[in-house]
């Protein structure tokens, strides 16, 4: 099974800037779908954005305009890049990947702190 491992995480005032990376230990064409998830203390972890293999993305209302998703196939890299980040958007972000439909495996997260 492909091992994913986030980084990119950190501190950061409100309106700034993070990239997240998610490098997988192996080839992530064959994922039909990538995403980047997130979990606040007492929430429910939610999709945050999507890639297909196609390149279709997704995202979440409230991140719409100030995040974008992409995927390096040749690097085995799936990144996320936050711009304008608000004290809402401090969560716990993990990388997961889908063979079909169903995100089946996981990285252990990375910590984004946004301060006010």
């Known amino acids: 099974q492909v091992q994913l491992v986030e980084s990119g995480g950190g501190l950061v005032q409100a309106g700034g800037s993070l990239r997240l990376s998610c490098a997988a230990s192996g080839s992530i064409f064959s994922f039909n779908v990538m995403g980047w998830h997130r979990q606040a203390p007492g929430k429910e972890r939610e999709l945050v954005a999507s890639?297909?293999?196609?390149?279709?993305?997704y995202y979440a209302d409230s991140v719409k305009g100030r995040f974008t998703i992409s995927r390096d196939n040749a690097k085995n890299t799936l990144y996320l890049q936050m711009n304008s980040l608000k004290p809402e958007d401090t969560a716990k972000y993990y990388c997961?990947?889908?063979?079909?439909?169903?995100?089946?495996?996981w990285g252990q997260g990375t910590q984004v702190t946004v301060s006010s």
């Open positions: 890639i297909s293999r196609g390149g279709t993305t």
């Open positions: 997961a990947a889908a063979r079909i439909l169903r995100y089946d495996s």
